[in-house]
C-alpha cells in the first residue's frame, strides 16, 4: 500500500519538477517576464496543493475506492478557488497570469494522469 503511494508520489514530484524548471528555463532565457523566479513560486504553490488533493486520493481509494473521482472534482474546484484568490490578491502573480494559467493546465494534466493511474490500482482495504 505504502510503496504504491511512494511511487506515485515519485512520478509526480520528477514530472512537475521537471516541467517547472523547463518553463522557468524558457522564460528567463526569453526574457518573458519582468520577474522570472515568480514562475518557480507558481510551480511550488500549485504542485503542494496538488500534492495534498493527491495524498487524499489515496486516503479515499484505500478506505472507499468508488469516491476517488469526487476526490479529485473536488480537489480541482478547491485547486481552482485557490488560484483565482492568488491572482486577485497577489500584484506579482497578477502581472504573471498567463505563466500561472500555463502551470495550472500543466499541473492539472500531471494531476489527472495521476488519478487515473491511482484508480485502477488494487489497494486493500484497512
Do not use: C
Not at 503511494?5 to 524558457?26: E, P, R
Not at 485547486?79 to 497577489?90: F, P, Y
Not at 498567463?98 to 488494487?122: N, Q, T
Amino acid at each position: 500500500m505504502g510503496k504504491e503511494f511512494i511511487k506515485l508520489t515519485l512520478i509526480y514530484s520528477i514530472l512537475v519538477l521537471l516541467v517547472g524548471a523547463l518553463h522557468f528555463w524558457i522564460v528567463s532565457s526569453m526574457n518573458l517576464s519582468e520577474n522570472p523566479p515568480i514562475v518557480y513560486k507558481i510551480y511550488i504553490i500549485l504542485g503542494i496543493i496538488t500534492f495534498m488533493i493527491l495524498q487524499a486520493g489515496f486516503l479515499v481509494k484505500v478506505k472507499s475506492s468508488d469516491f476517488v473521482g469526487f476526490t479529485f472534482m473536488g480537489g480541482m474546484i478547491a485547486k481552482m478557488a485557490i488560484t483565482l484568490a492568488l491572482i486577485i490578491v497577489n500584484e506579482q502573480i497578477k502581472s504573471n497570469v498567463l505563466h500561472l494559467v500555463l502551470a495550472y493546465f500543466v499541473i492539472l494534466s500531471i494531476e489527472v494522469l495521476m488519478f487515473l493511474r491511482l484508480i485502477k490500482l488494487d489497494l486493500k482495504k484497512f
